[in-house]
């Protein structure tokens, strides 16, 4: 390279520089001019420059940065818009029952034709879908908010442990669909007053809250002897504070992937009861009823069938990448 | 088939007094501490794990007290003993000459945690992650209700921060933001806020950078200093527990071998396990280090349960029979 070029970046063409002589041909070379003596502060060396870190700040960059967490906002939100914009246009008459109109097939009119007594399929389907989630919204934090504060208590007394060990033993060896039928036929029996969804939620709560609330106890159990509960206990923290302070702030990312695991499994629950006659009723606007409508012709009228069924499918899937796509972002090892 | 027949041999169990005196009979100085003949067992039958077996010792108002021995020997178990994490099998500690083990109301053990702290040995693990250090530090006072208003435990706790050469900015920031050694200095701030009489120690500085372990040890003698605190330093670094500590104990397998001052162990070890830890020190003279015999202790050749507390000098214990200490002090 030439040599000029160097020439210019040369300390000597520095202001502050000019007495410094680089090569030691200049005499008067003055060393302290170099060295400013600066004063050690213990305080000032304690400062962190780093932005202050924030989890929930850090959680929804990476969460935004994944491609099927993008696909998973966007049908999110477009099933949003369509359960609470579409059953608002539902034209005068479409959800009632008129034999004339019965079994069409798709068309202008009826975009995805008619079921077996005459309603229009797709205002259907989606002011089913509605009800259905909103089911199985209400359910899921029903279950969650149980079963983690009884998973908590669970694994952080461990005396109470044979005590919720045969309770779980009770409820989880019965096989589930068999549970929610049994618990929606003793309820509609011993109140006959009661709403259908009231009952329905009820018992899919109580067949459900114990696997949250062993899953939250295996989670307890594996933080709570480290250290800093240790030390939170020779400071005198009393159970209650160790539970929301302590152990809840570690939980709350598997409470919340657990959470929208959930939510899928509820409408499909939801699903299966009205499907076989314990959840709503059939002349109730349910997916599940729906497709217990539509399975009575699926060989005449396969589209009576499909309708919702390719709707609940878009639904739980929806809800279960959504789910996964959180599941990675909230982990805090993932962070960077 | 032997192990039958151990429950009639076993003496019955002793009671001890509920309180006991304060003064030490026999150079008078205040006994903050006693611990009288500690069995600390885990496990049950064949696979028990005696960690301590009849500790003896007490702490004295004002002094640091070194606990020092290799890992497994019962140093941690011993601390988290007094703290009541650890069940005792045998024996009683007294605070103050009151009682702190065995059976105590809700009251009482507060009571207690109040006035005995603990600096934990990894600050990483030791301090909540998911809290600030505002109420990391703040916790002991909200626990023992010692502020008036929330301005008043601001006050403190900044008091405190500076005390700890942090600054009041850190208030809001979370524990993984900070270095090794100022982690280990928000512990500290944690356990001394509350005003504690006597303070655990448990290797505060083993797992801090070398760089910042004088750092952190001299802001654990200013402190002490300045509030009149009493330690209990547990290290196997014997170097450090000779900087800091008045009197020392070495524990070996869950006996405490040798007690006394930290001067006269340093500079006339008897019990060849003390002798083969200091010949273990690493010397930093290239001259002196090659002349250095190292010894290597056997442990079979002792049977610590044959042996028991004999007093050689002045407030000075060691493990042996008169004979095996008869040869200790006479071999040279």
């Given at each position: 390279?030439?040599?000029r ?7 000597k ?27 050690l ?31 998973a ?23 009632d ?17 008619t ?6 399929l ?19 934090s ?11 208590i ?5 005396k ?10 009770l ?7 068999l ?9 509609s029996?011993a ?24 899953f ?5 159990l594996?933080?709570?002897n ?11 923290t ?29 409408i ?9 006659g ?21 060989e005449?009228y ?35 | 088939?032997s ?9 019955s ?6 309180t ?23 496990g ?9 077996n ?14 020092v ?5 019962g ?8 703290l ?5 099998t045998n ?79 850190h ?11 100022q982690?280990?200095r ?7 806020i509350?005003?504690?009489e ?19 040890l001299?802001?654990?003698k ?18 450090i ?11 070996n397998?869950?006996?405490?071998v040798?007690?006394?001052n930290?001067n ?16 273990a ?35 000075r ?16």
């Amino acid at each position: 390279m030439n040599k000029r070029n160097w020439d210019k970046f040369s300390l000597k063409n520095f202001s502050e520089f000019k007495d410094v002589d680089i090569d030691g041909q200049n005499s008067a070379v003055n060393e302290d001019s170099l060295f400013k003596f600066v004063e050690l502060d213990e305080f000032k060396s304690e400062v962190i420059k780093v932005e202050p870190y924030s989890y929930w700040k850090s959680v929804m960059r990476t969460f935004i940065r994944k491609p099927s967490a993008l696909i998973a906002i966007i049908s999110m939100l477009l099933l949003l818009l369509a359960i609470i914009v579409i059953p608002m246009f539902t034209p005068e008459g479409f959800l009632d029952f008129s034999i004339a109109d019965k079994d069409l097939p798709p068309d202008s009119v009826h975009l995805w034709g008619t079921d077996l007594v005459g309603r229009d399929l797709f205002f259907m389907t989606w002011t089913g879908a509605r009800k259905s989630i909103g089911l199985a919204l209400i359910t899921s934090s029903l279950v969650v908010v149980i079963g983690t504060g009884f998973g908590l208590i669970w694994g952080f007394y461990r005396k109470l442990d044979p005590i919720f060990i045969e309770l779980y033993n009770l409820i989880a060896n019965i096989p589930a669909l068999l549970l929610y039928m049994l618990l929606s036929y003793v309820l509609s029996q011993a109140f006959p007053a009661m709403a259908a969804e009231v009952r329905l939620i009820i018992s899919l709560t109580i067949a459900s809250w114990i696997g949250v609330a062993r899953f939250i106890r295996n989670q307890t159990l594996i933080i709570t002897n480290r250290e800093y509960n240790l030390a939170s206990k020779t400071l005198g923290t009393p159970p209650a504070r160790i539970m929301t302070k302590n152990l809840l702030p570690y939980l709350l990312s598997v409470i919340i992937t657990q959470t929208s695991l959930i939510i899928p499994g509820m409408i499909s629950s939801e699903v299966a009861m009205s499907f076989f006659g314990v959840g709503l009723p059939s002349n109730a606007i349910s997916l599940g009823a729906l497709l217990d409508l539509g399975r009575q012709k699926f060989e005449l009228y396969p589209f009576q069938l499909l309708a919702p069924a390719g709707v609940l499918s878009f639904i739980i899937f929806t809800f279960f990448l959504f789910g996964l796509a959180l599941t990675d972002a909230l982990d805090p090892k993932k962070h960077r | 088939m032997s192990n039958i027949f151990d429950i009639f041999r076993k003496e019955s169990k002793k009671s001890y007094p509920s309180t006991v005196s304060t003064k030490d009979s026999v150079n008078g100085r205040d006994i903050l501490l006693e611990v009288r003949d500690v069995d600390v067992f885990f496990g049950a039958g064949k696979h028990t794990v005696k960690a301590c077996n009849s500790l003896n010792f007490k702490i004295y108002t004002g002094e640091t007290f070194g606990l020092v021995g290799e890992s497994g020997s019962g140093k941690t178990t011993i601390s988290r003993a007094i703290l009541g994490i650890n069940k005792l099998t045998n024996g009683a500690i007294y605070f103050k000459g009151e009682k702190i083990t065995g059976k105590l109301t809700k009251k009482e053990s507060l009571a207690v945690k109040s006035k005995i702290q603990m600096i934990f040995q990894d600050p990483a693990a030791s301090l909540n992650e998911r809290a600030n250090v505002d109420y990391i530090i703040s916790e002991g006072l909200y626990n023992f209700k010692m502020y008036e208003n929330t301005d008043d435990r601001l006050h403190k706790v900044t008091d405190m921060l500076h005390k700890v050469s942090l600054l009041p900015e850190h208030l809001s920031r979370y524990p993984h933001e900070f270095s090794g050694g100022q982690r280990q200095r928000i512990g500290i701030a944690r356990a001394l806020i509350i005003e504690p009489e006597l303070v655990l120690a448990d290797e505060p500085i083993s797992s801090l950078d070398v760089s910042i372990r004088a750092q952190v040890l001299n802001l654990l003698k200013k402190l002490q200093r300045d509030n009149d605190l009493t330690y209990l330093f547990v290290a196997h670094d014997l170097s450090i527990i000779k900087y800091i500590s008045d009197r020392v104990a070495v524990m070996n397998d869950g006996y405490i071998v040798e007690l006394g001052n930290a001067n006269d162990i340093y500079s006339n070890p008897i019990h060849p396990y003390t002798k083969s830890l200091l010949t273990a020190i690493p010397q930093p003279d290239p001259r002196t280090k090659n002349d250095r015999k190292k010894l290597v202790y056997n442990r079979q050749s002792i049977n610590y349960e044959e042996c028991e507390y004999l007093e050689v000098s002045d407030s000075r214990f060691v493990l042996g029979t008169p004979e095996l200490i008869k040869q200790w002090t006479t071999k040279q």
